[in-house]
């Protein structure tokens, strides 16, 4: 008897447009020149540090953000990673925002009871 064999075809999503790097795009677009702690990021994002910091690993080896160690505040306290958008992570950012707007929109009106 022939085996049947099974493949399935996934299309690969495009780099850097899931949703959770366009909430982190976002999120540092807002202040795009200013140094962000990934605590803070995870904080205003909801995003676990299981994900938000290889999101920072990628975009900073893509060459989206620079990176630097922050001397502590207080005493005794270890040096923080910070992170902010280099000006081609900031274009290339807000390409990728406005790229995912509309899929975005048609994501929140399928949801909506009534819409089609």
Do not use: C, F
Request: aromatic share 8%; proline share 9%; glycine share 6%.
């Amino acid at each position: 008897m022939a085996k049947t064999t099974y493949v399935e075809y996934v299309m690969p999503r495009l780099p850097n447009t899931s949703p959770q790097t366009l909430s982190v795009l976002a999120l540092l677009l807002e202040s795009p020149r200013s140094w962000h702690y990934g605590y803070a990021l995870s904080q205003v994002t909801g995003l676990k540090s299981g994900t938000l910091y290889p999101i920072l690993l990628r975009l900073a080896d893509q060459g989206w953000l620079e990176t630097r160690w922050a001397e502590p505040e207080q005493p005794g306290r270890p040096p923080r990673h910070t992170y902010r958008l280099t000006g081609a992570g900031a274009r290339a950012a807000r390409t990728k925002l406005a790229e995912a707007a509309p899929l975005r929109m048609t994501r929140r009106l399928a949801a909506v009871p009534g819409s089609r």
